[in-house]
């Protein structure tokens, strides 16, 4: 019996003009380290978002560090940060030495609970609060920039997985005074690995390019009176990223496209929900994710296992920081000021689907009929 095809959970998808770009850093020699791609990139992606100002780095992680770092943070500051989401957006906090405090999620979007963080205004002043829009869906940013701004807090938007999705008619990470996408391998494009820190604040921008190419002051000799960082995203990858964004609008579109064939096969299907979209605006579908039943007796990781075993890609919700070994001590906010977080909860009865662009129609439903048998 052959082995049947692999089936990811989001992988790469070239859309073909990346090899033009590329070779144009060859044959102008600009293989490093920067160049005429960077320049193109950094314009096309604040062009595509309506920003004035866009830094290209070497990680979405790159482009959350200098954005703290832009907003003033330093040691013993206190940032607020969603509680649901991947550790890259709250690890910089530390990396300045300031303190993440984290906010629950809500269950109507999966994202930053205004309710949760009211709360935590009450108890702390934050330097900049991140917002995550995760999974590529926006978060309610009306009611979260309404008590920043009354308390004069930045926003910092953690984009990363949510590049084309709008809210309020603005694209997410253009909402708050920063915004930061990445470009890495699994994310809607990708550039190999980089990430883009957006802002219509010029200044903030100049300042984490300053730094972000080892924060050189004006002089010939090598003198620095800053600390530095090696951050830049490389000529030959901006390339893939003008190549990318030619397709992102597809690729939106054939990532809706599968969310809207899982809605439709497990329309009949009790025990299982899929993750709230478009609730404050137009999410990207980056990945679709499957909620379980409690009741039905089957558990995220026996879906998980039962689509390894067909050679299918799947993968845990995103562990919320409040319950990871190194975030442990750090306080944090629930969404209904309970002992239980609604993350905890979309975590232990959740998973992501194969999301994957390059999935057949007959991919999808093998996926599809591997759950619906566990349910039956
Ligand atoms: C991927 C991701 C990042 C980090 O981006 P890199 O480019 O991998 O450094 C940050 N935050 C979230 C929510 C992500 O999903």
Redesign the pocket.
């Known amino acids: 019996m052959s082995e049947s095809k692999r089936v990811f959970l989001s992988s790469p998808s070239m859309g073909g003009g990346e090899q033009k770009y590329i070779a144009k850093a060859f044959d102008t020699n600009w293989i490093a380290p920067l160049g005429a791609n960077v320049d193109e990139f950094e314009d096309v992606v604040a062009r595509y978002v309506g920003a004035s100002s866009a830094l290209a780095l070497n990680?979405?992680?790159a482009a959350?560090h200098l954005g703290l770092k832009a907003l003033g943070v330093q040691r013993g500051d206190i940032v607020f940060c969603s509680d649901l989401?991947?550790a890259?957006?709250c690890n910089p906090i530390c990396y300045e030495g300031a303190t993440p405090v984290f906010i629950d999620c809500e269950p109507e979007s999966w994202n930053m609970s205004p309710a949760a963080l009211e709360r935590a205004f009450e108890d702390h002043d934050p330097k900049a609060v991140v917002v995550?829009h995760l999974y590529g869906e926006p978060a309610n940013m009306a009611a979260i920039k309404e008590l920043c701004d009354a308390r004069g807090v930045p926003v910092l938007e953690?984009a990363?997985?949510s590049l084309g999705a709008t809210v309020g008619g603005r694209h997410t990470g253009t909402v708050g005074m920063l915004g930061v996408y990445?470009?890495?391998g699994n994310?809607i494009i990708t550039t190999s690995?980089?990430?883009m820190l957006v802002s219509d604040e010029g200044v903030l921008i100049d300042k984490a390019r300053f730094w972000s190419t080892q924060a050189r002051d004006k002089a010939l000799h090598y003198q620095h009176s800053e600390l530095g960082y090696n951050y830049r995203l490389s000529n030959v990858c901006a390339g893939i990223g003008l190549g990318q964004m030619e397709v992102l609008e597809d690729h939106i579109a054939r990532k809706r496209a599968i969310r809207d064939a899982y809605a439709a096969a497990f329309a009949g299907n009790g025990q299982v929900a899929l993750n709230p979209v478009d609730v404050y605006g137009l999410g990207n579908r980056w990945l679709t994710c499957l909620s379980v039943d409690p009741q039905s007796g089957v558990a995220p990781l026996d879906v998980i296992e039962a689509l390894a075993k067909e050679n299918i890609e799947s993968r845990p919700i995103w562990k919320p920081m409040s319950l990871q070994p190194y975030y442990e001590k750090c306080p944090a906010y629930s969404h209904d000021g309970g002992e239980r977080f609604v993350g905890w909860r979309i975590f232990e009865h959740g998973l992501c689907l194969p999301s994957d662009i390059n999935m057949s129609e007959e991919d999808l439903g093998r996926v599809v009929d591997v759950v619906s048998r566990l349910f039956s």
Do not use: P
């Open positions: 990680s979405g992680t959350l989401t991947f890259a957006s995550v953690d990363a997985e990445s470009f890495n994310k690995g980089g990430g």
